[in-house]
């Protein structure tokens, strides 16, 4: 039996529960085309796959879907802190100085009331910031674009309260600052309905991580080694 034999008689093999309609379609133009198979233009196939994908999995409430956000945020080792829309400037205070930073990247667009702890250095987002410069900068304060309960996702699409990709990139610390529940959905398909595709968009995980083939986690390689989320309610 010759190699061309035994490749053949595995793809019959495997075509062997497919109807008759579909195994011609798959055996080329020459034998049938689409639109021998189905007026439409569609091979039959097509047609028996059913591409009703779950939008969302599982029903919850607006507080279990947030509860499922910080649950997941926790488990990509970030640091979740919760808070109301007052006491956010407060919680921002003492997060940067339990880490001890001096100067603080914000974005154009960040609320100034966020930021009023003294002794704060404020570095403003600049398109002439080098790489070694934002790299001086002991944490960044940002916003967020949207949040993906299901998979402990931030979204940041470069909207004034988040800046450049980069400058969430380069420094060692990022806080992110989510509204919840008007920020957060329960799925990546929710989440694609409120992005715009050509917005520079930045999907964050847990901080910056990476394993070698020991499997041993080194964090911070490719952006913060630290990511603290702040879910503020009401506001």
């Known amino acids: 039996?010759?190699?061309?034999?035994?490749?053949?008689?595995?793809?019959?093999?495997?075509?062997?529960?497919?109807?008759?309609?579909?195994?011609?379609?798959?055996?080329?133009?020459?034998?049938?085309?689409?639109?021998?198979?189905?007026?439409?233009?569609?091979?039959a196939y097509e047609q028996a796959v059913d591409r009703r994908y779950l939008r969302e999995h599982g029903a919850r409430t607006?507080?279990?879907?947030?509860?499922?956000?910080?649950?997941?945020?926790?488990?990509?080792?970030?640091?979740?802190?919760?808070c109301a829309d007052e006491e956010l400037?407060?919680?921002?205070?003492?997060?940067?100085?339990?880490?001890?930073?001096?100067?603080?990247?914000?974005?154009?667009?960040?609320?100034?009331?966020?930021?009023t702890a003294a002794g704060l250095q404020l570095v403003h987002d600049r398109a002439a910031s080098t790489p070694r410069e934002l790299d001086e900068v002991?944490?960044?304060?940002?916003g967020c674009a949207v949040a993906v309960a299901e998979t402990g996702t931030l979204v940041l699409d470069g909207s004034p309260d988040q800046g450049r990709r980069r400058i969430t990139l380069v420094p060692?610390?990022?806080?992110?600052?989510?509204?919840?529940?008007?920020?957060?959905?329960p799925s990546v398909p929710l989440a694609l309905e409120r992005l715009v595709p050509a917005r520079p968009l930045t999907w964050i995980s847990g901080p910056s991580a990476t394993s070698d083939i020991e499997l041993d986690r080194v964090e911070g390689v490719?952006?913060?080694?630290?990511?603290?989320?702040?879910?503020?309610?009401?506001?």
């Not at 921002?92 to 974005?107: I, M, W």
């Not at 490719?222 to 506001?235: A, D, K, M, Q």
């Open 1 to 43: 039996m010759s190699s061309r034999d035994r490749i053949l008689g595995r793809v019959r093999r495997a075509l062997a529960d497919v109807p008759d309609e579909d195994a011609a379609y798959e055996q080329g133009p020459h034998d049938a085309t689409p639109c021998e198979q189905d007026p439409d233009g569609d091979p």
């Open 222 to 235: 490719h952006g913060p080694r630290t990511l603290e989320v702040v879910l503020v309610s009401g506001g």
């Open 62 to 82: 607006t507080g279990q879907t947030v509860e499922l956000l910080a649950q997941n945020l926790a488990d990509y080792r970030a640091l979740v802190h919760r």
């Open 89 to 115: 400037p407060h919680l921002l205070a003492r997060l940067l100085a339990e880490r001890g930073s001096r100067t603080v990247l914000v974005p154009p667009g960040l609320p100034p009331h966020w930021l």
């Open 138 to 142: 002991d944490s960044v304060v940002t």
């Open 172 to 185: 060692d610390h990022h806080i992110c600052v989510v509204r919840v529940p008007g920020q957060v959905v």
